[in-house]
Nanobody
Framework: QVQLVESGGGLVQAGGSLRLSCAAS????????MGWYRQAPGKQRELVAT???????NYADSVKGRFTISRDNVANAVYLQMNSLKPEDTAVYYC???????????????WGQGTQVTVSS
């Protein structure tokens, strides 16, 4: 029903920046909250940042002041600007999108395919 395509990952040195993008396509009626999660080697998947339909944001303490989440409701896209990257930011990053098929419907959750972010020291 809804497909998410991620891009923007790569290899960067500590202190550098990357911008992740996630675009939704398919049978889109209304997207609710959007966010980013990440999973590092040997660790569980964790929340990075979320953004509500009204633009409210929430960040993990580990990325506050360094990462910025934003969304484009026309393009059905969510972005993650990552600055001052640290080696501990190395992970596979997954976008997460809530979607409902009608005004009365509860949102369903969709995941992107993941994009690798590697920060070298």
């Amino acid at each position: 029903q809804v497909q998410l395509v991620e891009s923007g990952g790569g290899l960067v040195q500590a202190g550098g920046s990357l911008r992740l993008s996630c675009a939704a396509s398919g049978k889109i009626f209304r997207i609710t909250a959007m966010g980013w999660y990440r999973q590092a080697p040997g660790k569980q998947r964790e929340l990075v940042a979320t953004i509500t339909s009204g633009g409210g944001t929430n960040y993990a303490d580990s990325v506050k002041g360094r990462f910025t989440i934003s969304r484009d409701n026309v393009a059905n896209a969510v972005y993650l600007q990552m600055n001052s990257l640290k080696p501990e930011d190395t992970a596979v990053y997954y976008c997460n999108v809530g979607h409902r098929v009608a005004d009365w419907d509860l949102p369903s959750v969709y995941w992107g395919q993941g994009t690798q972010v590697t920060v070298s020291s």
